[in-house]
């Protein structure tokens, strides 16, 4: 049976919109648009059929891209070609002589500027249509044969048509300045305006290579083998974040070995349960596609070092089992938040990056790439995306990032799927990373240390992408190693891996999203109540959502006083929290009073209203009594709130003057804070200015290890070892020696 024949062409549909597809394999010549009138006069005649197409994509060992804007002013000829062709009256001269030498010139001209030089040089057949017509009208001026004027005048009448009509082209417009001495042929203006993004074949995500016109350059930096740069675009409050990744650097022969590569690869389709180990599956293909790459290189006798060997497979992997494009965004440490909307392959990535805010990228992913980011979903999360299921919550672990990741699908998003990933920090944040960012100062810090050391229940509240889960993750870290850590997440967001390594007798319990109805994960509350009865241990709530906001706060009435409970949940203030648990999760208002601490996170703008900057606005305690309405009846009492003219967390009054039911109650159960309200502020003072001093040793010895955590954590040790060391030895805490001798380890351990 006879192998189908391959279409030269096809029509692909993304979303609403047709792209028209050419499969210029067998020409023997580049598929180039601008360079070559051959290849002009054969788009022109697909576009004559497909008028309605919106992109051109020209296939030929890469992928010849013309973007809207291009496509369509091809469109504007083959319009014109198709009309002018189905005109008679526009090739049918008047003559009294049909056999004339002159009428026959002057139709054959007519004909080669319609059937021939139109398709393949537009602007030469504008430039050959107003040539021919200034010297008819100069001949008209002289000819006084009745017969003849005749004949020379209706050919002018239809080369003045012809260029009329050209001349309102955007083609002829954007040149009509430079066609002053025009060689028909020439390619040279074409090259100026057709401009293709080159791709390769296996990259159904289209990345723009082109500079944004009307740009300045704000900033530039490499991640590995991939290049990134910033633009500022005139009259566009979003910055261009254009990225330009190793796939579209590679030689001739790197990209003909890693398209047959990829074509071997593709066939090894892995099993759903492999998906269960990522980390794995990806170490096995990467080893099984450098190996088919080297096996490669040595038939064709192609010499290739071992590192361009190795990216290679790296490209392999992230397009078979990877993520693509996507991939590249989140190994930037830069990039906060990634989002792809529907109707994926009509609109760019658009991120918020970490120094220029939100940005509109270079990047736009194909139906393909989204239909195969949905499937792997499924398998990586084991929870179900479809109609009955149109949202799916889950992560993303890959070499050099994690990341959350949320996904609809119809019928809650009409125009398909869409896609928000937001990325973690590679190592986990610290409280001295967030002054360092301003997002805190070393009071506030210090005040969250001291609370989470003393095992208080606290809340951090905030919107979206407000910091909540980041700083409560770096609160961790002030927890002392010797606890033990349950930690209850429907998505993975903190960092239990990092704090394993680090030392941390830590638990990870992954529970149902309330937003699924798989029926395989537990249930959320189930899980807190389960983490009741796994012995003493503090207990962390990724994000409270649901049903399971009443077990949290029967965990936080048994551990109270005993050990740390701790979660998010959203709310733009303390009395916001209160309603959102009390009114709208159905937590009695006697449980909430178990909660002792509120710390309200958000973003903050800047007068233009283009930036954001993460800020803690208070830390709040909850006081005990009062009965319906903690508002009303004082029994929310700020303990730090953020000033905005100086763009400080400050301490209130309350705070300075001791007036805190929460401090108190610590002090009550340690020997030397129970009556001396001084010995406790100096402690918290104390660790201010340990604080202070780490961020201030990073910054002047340049040394960014001293606010990570592993560092950060030796430091908490320490401070508690030296506390002890000078108990012992003064019977007291001096809080100048307990610095002084931290201070010298913090001189050892910088040297």
């Not at 190996?291 to 040595?298: A, E, F, H, K, R």
């Not at 990056?353 to 792997?376: G, L, Q, R, Y």
Request: one cysteine or more; aromatic letters at 8%; proline letters at 4%.
């Amino acid at each position: 049976m006879a192998a189908p024949v391959q279409k030269e062409y096809e029509i692909v549909r993304e979303g609403q919109e047709e792209v028209l597809k050419i499969d210029a394999s067998k020409w023997p010549y580049s598929p180039s648009v601008e360079e070559n009138p051959v290849v002009m006069s054969k788009v022109i005649e697909k576009l004559v059929e497909f008028p309605s197409s919106v992109r051109l994509i020209l296939i030929q060992k890469r992928n010849y891209e013309y973007d809207y804007e291009q496509t369509q002013a091809l469109i504007e000829i083959a319009n014109i070609y198709k009309h002018m062709t189905k005109q008679k009256r526009i090739l049918a001269l008047k003559t009294t002589d049909v056999s004339s030498e002159s009428f026959r010139n002057k139709a054959l001209s007519l004909q080669y500027l319609i059937f021939t030089l139109l398709k393949a040089d537009p602007l030469g057949t504008y430039v050959e249509a107003r040539r021919l017509a200034r010297e008819t009208r100069i001949y008209l001026a002289k000819e006084k044969d009745q017969n003849q004027l005749v004949e020379e005048q209706d050919f002018l009448t239809k080369l003045e048509y012809i260029a009329r009509v050209l001349g309102k082209t955007n083609l002829i417009k954007l040149f009509e300045d430079q066609l002053g001495g025009y060689v028909v042929g020439s390619r040279e203006l074409y090259k100026q305006f057709f401009k293709p993004n080159i791709t390769p074949i296996f990259l159904f995500t289209k990345i723009s290579t082109k500079i944004p016109e009307q740009s300045k350059q704000l900033d530039s930096y490499s991640l590995r083998n991939t290049d990134v740069f910033i633009y500022k675009i005139k009259e566009d409050v979003k910055n261009y974040y254009r990225l330009i990744p190793p796939e579209l650097k590679l030689t001739e022969d790197q990209y003909e070995i890693l398209n047959v590569a990829r074509k071997v690869l593709s066939e090894h389709k892995p099993k759903d349960e492999e998906f269960l180990d990522p980390q794995r599956l990806r170490r096995t293909f990467y080893n099984i596609g450098r190996d088919l790459l080297i096996d490669l290189l040595n038939n064709k006798n192609i010499e290739m070092p071992l590192e361009a060997i190795n990216e290679l497979a790296k490209i392999l992997v992230r397009y078979t089992i990877g993520f693509g494009a996507i991939e590249l965004l989140l190994q930037d440490q830069k990039i906060q938040d990634i989002v792809v909307n529907s109707p994926i392959g009509q609109t760019p990535i658009f991120i918020v990056h970490e120094d220029f805010s939100d940005c509109v990228t270079n990047i736009i992913p194909s139906s393909e790439d989204a239909e195969s980011w949905a499937t792997k979903f499924r398998l990586l999360s084991g929870r179900p995306l479809d109609q009955a299921n149109p949202i799916l919550d889950t992560e993303l672990s890959i070499p050099g990032a994690r990341s959350r990741v949320a996904v609809i699908s119809e019928p809650l998003s009409r125009l398909g799927l869409a896609y928000s990933f937001r990325r973690h920090r590679d190592n986990p944040w610290t409280l001295p990373l967030f002054m360092k960012n301003k997002m805190i100062n070393s009071l506030g810090s210090a005040l969250i240390s001291f609370l989470f050391d003393n095992s208080r229940s606290v809340l951090f509240a905030g919107s979206r992408s407000s910091g909540k889960t980041s700083i409560l993750g770096a609160s961790l870290f002030e927890i002392m190693k010797k606890y033990r850590i349950l930690v209850i997440e429907d998505t993975e967001e903190i960092n239990t891996e990092a704090m394993r390594k680090i030392g941390y007798n830590i638990q990870s319990m992954k529970v149902r999203s309330a937003l699924s109805h798989s029926s395989t994960e537990v249930p959320a509350d189930e899980g807190i109540r389960t983490a009741l009865r796994l012995g003493d241990s503090a207990i962390i709530v990724g994000e409270i959502r649901s049903t399971e906001c009443l077990s949290l706060y029967e965990a936080m009435r048994i551990g109270a006083a005993a050990n740390v409970v701790a979660g998010t949940i959203h709310g733009d203030s303390p009395y916001g929290v209160f309603d959102r648990v009390v009114n709208d999760l159905k937590v009695p208002r006697t449980s909430f009073k178990a909660t002792d601490i509120i710390i309200i996170s958000n973003p903050v703008k800047s007068p233009d209203g283009l930036h954001k900057f993460r800020r803690v606005l208070s830390i709040t305690e909850v006081r005990k009594h009062w009965e319906k309405d903690p508002l009303k009846e004082k029994g929310f009492v700020d303990l730090m709130k953020y000033n905005p003219k100086t763009d400080q967390l400050e301490p209130t009054d309350d705070l300075i003057n001791g007036d805190s039911e929460v401090l108190k109650s610590i002090a009550s159960n340690t020997k030397e804070w129970s009556s001396d309200w001084n010995a406790l502020w100096e402690n918290i003072l104390l660790r201010a200015k340990i604080n202070q001093a780490l961020v201030d040793t990073s910054l002047s010895l340049n040394l960014p290890k001293v606010l990570e955590a592993e560092f950060i954590v030796r430091s908490n040790d320490a401070f508690h070892k030296i506390i002890e060391q000078v108990k012992e030895e003064t019977e007291s805490l001096d809080n100048e020696k307990i610095y002084s001798l931290w201070a010298d380890w913090l001189k050892r351990e910088t040297k």
